[in-house]
């Protein structure tokens, strides 16, 4: 920073501007900018900072001695903030333009007065230029996106890294997912729903790989499997019963201690042991049977049904302080036919999983995953799982193709398995039909499926209207 430099030869009655100048000199650290202009009460520019006139195109001294009133008719200054103080003896901050080098600059005025009150010097700070406040917004924009795309790229680092066994595409996933982040790290029940087969499970594992606890035990305990009788004993465990020489054993609640809990099928739960359920949540403590004792435990408790908890609620069937204690967090699960988008990538998975399983080498025909995009899947992710192990096991070629479809699901794909027999043209019309309605899947629009396939729009409304709404 260059350093300031008095102009004028001031007499000793000047000892107040001396010691203003003082004040302004950038190595006492008093103003923060170094780009100054002082005036006295009648607009004559007593004072310039060099770095004013260096990075302004003044030559030294040029306009010290002349008025601020001048340098604005003139053109110099559009306005001139010093004159602008002068005639409204107030602070001003505005945009003063230095016309011969075509410059806006945010420029702070400030009035200075005697102890009798009158306008004394003007002084003039200007801080940052149009052009560097646009540079800044600019850089700031560019560091803004920089970090959503970083942001969005961790996060799907975090996807592969915490649970490989996850795999989704498809919105309403992506949000489920952001849920389960936000929600991993705290100590709050969370309550899966959704329906059989979605993977309310694979979602428990992941929120306890992702979460402090992941060093810890995961313990699932599907409900609807327990035998009544057994339950409670599954469950909390007892201690070594001397009349029938039974050894103590150890209950699926305490072996969760310091890791996380997850109670499959939470629906089936009779009252009895909701009670006891809902006193552990409470206490954090259980008793074993034959055994007066509480042990302490600390766990994080995931619990998951397809039944819908608010009618058992009513029908008398589930305890309504459990279900609030349990419906903390609710994590619901859509099927598989809302998401279609997740189909595909699922199935690629289950494929390079099976192939290492069985030693095999497959791959899918387009006729297959058109197929698999198609179906509804009534069993969700759980039996699109179970038909890409069975195709793995029984086709013998090196493409799994529709043929291949095991009898249950000929009759749903009628469009796919036309496009096997037929004369040269049905079968072309089919498969033309399918790319129709995979490209409208997508895009929705007769503007995006003439996009994508390189078609007019006039065809492609054709097109659509003939596969699609016919």
């Not at 004993?233 to 969760?256: H, Q, W």
Request: net charge negative.
């Amino acid at each position: 920073m260059a350093p300031f430099t008095n102009s004028l030869d001031l007499p000793d009655a000047e000892l107040p501007l001396k010691e203003l100048f003082e004040i302004i000199r950038p190595e006492n650290n008093l103003v923060l900018a170094d780009e100054m202009m002082l005036s006295d009460a009648s607009g004559t520019i007593l004072w310039v900072s060099e770095t004013y006139e260096r990075n302004f195109g003044f030559f030294p001294h040029s306009i010290v001695g002349r008025s601020a009133f001048d340098l604005e008719a003139d053109g110099t200054f559009s306005p001139c903030i010093t004159a602008e103080v002068i005639r409204r003896k107030e602070k001003i901050t505005a945009t003063q333009t230095i016309n011969h080098i075509h410059k806006n600059v945010t420029t702070i005025g400030i009035p200075l007065f005697d102890d009798g009150g009158a306008l004394k010097y003007a002084v003039c700070f200007n801080t940052v230029s149009m052009e560097q406040i646009s540079s800044m917004q600019s850089n700031y924009r560019n560091l803004r996106d920089s970090i959503q795309q970083y942001t969005q790229e961790i996060a799907e680092l975090r996807t592969r890294a915490t649970s490989t066994s996850l795999v989704f595409k498809s919105s309403p996933m992506q949000r489920l997912w952001t849920l389960m982040q936000n929600t991993a790290n705290t100590k709050a029940n969370i309550l899966i729903t959704g329906e059989t087969g979605v993977g309310k499970t694979a979602i428990a594992k992941a929120i306890h790989a992702m979460s402090d606890r992941a060093s810890g035990p995961f313990i699932e305990v599907n409900c609807a499997v327990l035998h009544e009788n057994l339950m409670e004993s599954e469950l909390f465990g007892y201690e070594k019963d001397s009349s029938t020489g039974s050894a103590r054993k150890i209950g699926k609640i305490e072996l969760a201690n310091h890791g996380t809990l997850f109670l499959d099928e939470i629906g089936e739960l009779p009252l009895h042991i909701q009670s006891k359920l809902l006193q552990l949540i409470q206490e954090k403590t259980i008793e074993r049977l034959s055994d007066g004792r509480r042990v302490a435990l600390d766990f994080r408790l995931i619990v998951a049904t397809n039944r819908n908890l608010e009618e058992e609620v009513q029908r008398g069937l589930f305890r309504s302080d459990l279900f609030y204690r349990l419906n903390v967090i609710r994590i619901h699960i859509p099927p598989l036919r809302l998401r279609k988008e997740d189909i595909l990538p699922l199935a690629h998975q289950f494929l390079a999983r099976f192939c290492r399983e069985y030693g095999k080498d497959l791959n899918f025909s387009a006729q297959f995953l058109g197929f698999l995009e198609q179906y509804d899947w009534p069993g969700n992710v759980r039996q699109l799982e179970n038909l890409i192990e069975r195709s793995v096991i029984t086709v013998q070629d090196p493409i799994i193709d529709v043929t291949a479809l095991p009898p249950e699901y000929a009759s749903q794909a009628p469009a796919v398995l036309q496009a096997q027999s037929g004369t040269l043209a049905q079968r072309m019309d089919a498969y033309e039909g399918e790319i129709i309605r995979d490209a409208y899947r997508r895009w929705g629009t007769t503007v995006g499926v003439a996009k994508e396939l390189g078609i007019s729009q006039p065809t492609a409304a054709r097109k659509v209207s003939k596969y699609v709404h016919s």
